[in-house]
């Protein structure tokens, strides 16, 4: 961030010279009788960059919203902006993402660009993302192929808790980095699903896991010259070690591709070998490797960050740790350590926990797509090629459909049926909605659920300060902690 931070200044300094000439810069209007979204009052040049510079997006955009509305136009240098903060403006704006097939900004120059768009996540809407979508869908994420991979989740959370084990019976109980076990038994999981059994516990896999969360946080990262884009220069440097990263993210995906072609695609019931099998995908191994990743990518980071805002709170919420742990152990029983998935769906109090988990932390804490045509949100005109942000981490912390909405309350799931899928009800998006909405719904819960269960009926957590936990928020394209969450840990039997 500090190379840009003194051109900026600079930058900023002009502006305001800039605003004395052209004083105040009116929003135009929209045509057709329909204006656009109110506006703060913004800088020449820069627009509105400095109401988030340094900030929290979400953040900055939520006090923008209690100042001028659910529907705020902004522009940052020459791009049109549109940032949306209620239910009812985001179930409209997903609305219009779905009827026009409107798809995600592709950003420049670092942030999305590994492959191209030859993934899923960043695919323009048309026959190449349908097909995409379908093949994932189908071949990894129903309910038949989530059963399928039962077995291997068991052994990867079983291989957790034996180290956990480990770690409790020491002379003194041990001080554990729970954002690591988290972390590595969620990547397993699902690593093992998407790539198959073989590439899991040997060194180059694990270095690609480091190396995998390094790029998530290059892809968060925010390039100046993606919104002026002649500022670009000052992007240089990232830039280079963003294309190093990925780099080498292809090297070791290409391996994959290169010994499962060797092995033959025939015999393997893994991803890549499937792919290898489709008329379609095998044509490109960019293709390929891209779907891949982006599966990786998308199913890692969410589950384990959600699992760890989930511990976190449970662990500043004692009633509500006391009750869950009532719960396992009339489901689970006392006298034994492991929970398994046929325990889950009798786990009521749990659900609760993670939705109230999912609906004050969202690792997609904003929903981004690109309007594709003009159109229209709660009666205000929307520009072609306007960037909309619909912030899913406002909308789900807003009084006017919560109570007491920053307190960590999961009996109000059990009070009330809310659908947090975003099919009925948009007071919450954890998963966004609509057809760019996330197909990994049932395996992600499925992960979170089995894991965080295991972690709380298996052993005592406690804050080695026992003091509160810091709940502060770190950067990257997943909200997640930023501290690692490091806690003492004693077994319960
Ligand atoms: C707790 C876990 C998860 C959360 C909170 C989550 C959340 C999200 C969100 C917010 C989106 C964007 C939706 C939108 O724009 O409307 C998304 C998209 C996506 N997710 Fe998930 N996700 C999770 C787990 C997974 C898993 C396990 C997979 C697969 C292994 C997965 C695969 C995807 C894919 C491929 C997309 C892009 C879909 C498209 O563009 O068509 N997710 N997810």
């Not at 990894?140 to 956990?164: D, N, P």
């Not at 509160?468 to 004693?490: K, Y």
């Amino acid at each position: 961030m500090e190379t840009w931070i003194a051109p900026l200044a600079v930058l900023f300094g002009l502006s305001v010279a800039l605003l004395v000439k052209s004083w105040i810069l009116r929003p135009p209007s929209g045509g057709a009788g329909c204006s656009l979204p109110p506006s703060p009052r913004a800088l020449p040049l820069i627009g509105h960059l400095h109401l988030v510079l340094g900030k929290h997006l979400h953040r900055a955009f939520g006090e923008i919203a209690r100042e001028h509305g659910p529907c705020v136009s902004l522009k940052f240098g020459s791009s049109p902006y549109l940032v949306i903060s209620s239910a009812q403006a985001a179930r409209e704006a997903i609305r219009v993402r779905d009827s026009t097939y409107s798809s995600r900004p592709f950003l420049t120059p670092g942030q999305c660009k590994i492959f191209g768009a030859d993934g899923i996540l960043w695919t323009p809407y048309g026959e190449y993302w349908r097909n995409v979508r379908k093949l994932c869908t189908l071949e990894l994420l129903t309910l038949r192929q989530i059963q399928r991979s039962q077995a291997a989740r068991a052994e990867e959370m079983a291989l957790a808790v034996a180290k956990l084990v480990e770690a409790s019976r020491g002379p003194m109980p041990g001080t554990v980095n729970l954002t690591e076990v988290i972390s590595d038994v969620t990547y397993g999981m699902i690593l093992r699903k998407v790539v198959g059994n073989g590439h899991r516990r040997n060194e180059e896999a694990l270095r690609f896991k480091h190396l995998l969360k390094e790029v998530f946080v290059a892809m968060g990262d925010f390039y100046v010259g993606d919104i002026m884009p002649w500022l670009q220069w000052l992007d240089l440097r990232k830039a280079a070690h963003a294309k190093r990263l990925y780099k080498q993210v292809d090297e070791y995906m290409q391996r994959l591709v290169d010994e499962q072609r060797r092995k033959g695609a025939d015999i393997g019931d893994d991803f890549i070998s499937i792919m290898l099998r489709n008329e379609l995908f095998s044509k490109s191994d960019s293709f390929m490797k891209a779907i891949v990743l982006d599966m990786i990518g998308a199913g890692t980071d969410t589950s384990a960050v959600t699992i760890e805002w989930a511990m976190a709170e449970l662990i500043n919420n004692p009633s509500v740790m006391s009750r869950l742990l009532e719960e396992l152990h009339s489901v689970v029983g006392p006298s034994s350590l492991k929970v398994e998935e046929a325990h889950l769906d009798k786990l009521v109090y749990l659900g609760a926990v993670v939705k109230e988990t999912l609906r004050l932390h969202p690792p997609g804490a904003i929903l981004i797509f690109q309007a594709a045509q003009p159109c229209q949100v709660m009666d205000y005109f929307v520009p072609e090629g306007t960037r909309v942000f619909i912030n899913n981490y406002e909308i789900a912390r807003d009084e006017r459909c919560w109570e007491e909405p920053l307190k960590f309350k999961p009996e109000r799931f059990v009070e009330r049926n809310i659908d947090i899928v975003g099919l009925r009800d948009f007071e919450m998006l954890p998963f966004g909605s609509g057809r760019r909405g996330c197909p990994g719904i049932q395996l992600g819960l499925r992960v979170v659920h089995f894991v965080l269960a295991n972690l709380v009926h298996g052993f005592e957590w406690k804050n080695p300060s026992g003091k509160e936990l810091d709940m502060s928020e770190g950067s990257g394209l997943t909200l997640a902690r930023a501290v690692p969450l490091e806690l003492t840990i004693s077994p319960r039997i």
